[in-house]
């Protein structure tokens, strides 16, 4: 019974992951494609990806208050249960700031920040499949600094696409330069949540080894 309890833990992080990828790879396809008429289509689509997030955030807590005995201390399982779903939430609040600030087209940079976003979260994944051999995988310390490296070029990305923005902005409204100041901002916070999830593995890693 125990074993199947570890699977539980083991495969809801795997699901969150997963769940995290597939926004991320439709945030991408929402800029690359991008129309701001089909906004009522797309962000009821994109919450369904925050839905199951929460849902799976919850059937861990409620195991967490149930089990005695869980695989590692019972609050780090919980903090990484809760930054994962921070990930999917920032995804989705990326939609919700191009939304509220009306905007008509996506820039080139936001296309590519988004696949940087995929590159974080597909990252973050293989790092949470390899987690449950934690105490003896060779390759979980080399996939948490992966997605450190990620979260570093996006970083990057963020102050060129913001600073060239606002460079380039050739008198148009200040307030789109506001915008994208938010909207890069909030892409950028995508890919710091990825990276507080393999700070936390991390953190596991060390405690438990």
């Known amino acids: 019974m125990a074993n199947k309890k570890n699977d539980f833990y083991w495969n809801n992080y795997i699901s969150a992951a997963d769940t995290a990828c597939l926004a991320a790879d439709y945030l991408l396809e929402c ?16 919450h369904e ?8 955030r919850h059937e861990m ?11 590692i201390d019972r609050e780090d399982m919980a ?3 809760q930054r994962l779903d921070h990930v999917i939430d920032c995804i989705e609040e990326v939609l919700q700031v191009i939304y509220i600030n009306n905007v008509a087209s996506i820039t080139e940079e936001a296309i ?15 790092m949470l499949t390899e987690l449950p051999h934690f105490r003896k995988s060779e390759q979980l310390h080399n996939l948490i600094i992966d997605v ?16 060239n923005y606002r460079k380039n902005w050739d008198g148009k409204n ?20 990825c990276e507080d999830v393999a700070d936390t593995v991390e953190a596991v890693v060390m405690k438990n080894t």
């Open 79 to 81: 903090e990484l249960c």
């Open 49 to 56: 990806f925050e839905h199951k997030g929460d849902s799976l």
């Open 174 to 193: 200040p307030l789109d330069v506001i915008a994208w100041r938010e909207i890069y901002s909030m892409l950028e916070e995508c890919a710091d949540a």
């Open 112 to 126: 590519s920040f988004a696949e940087k976003i995929c590159s974080c979260t597909a990252k973050m994944k293989a």
């Open 31 to 46: 800029l690359r494609e991008f129309n701001i008429g089909q906004m009522d289509e797309i962000l009821p689509k994109m």
């Open 148 to 163: 450190n490296a990620a979260e570093e070029e996006c970083d990057t990305l963020y102050l060129n696409a913001a600073y």
């Open 61 to 71: 807590t409620e195991m967490l208050a149930k089990s005695f005995v869980t695989p």
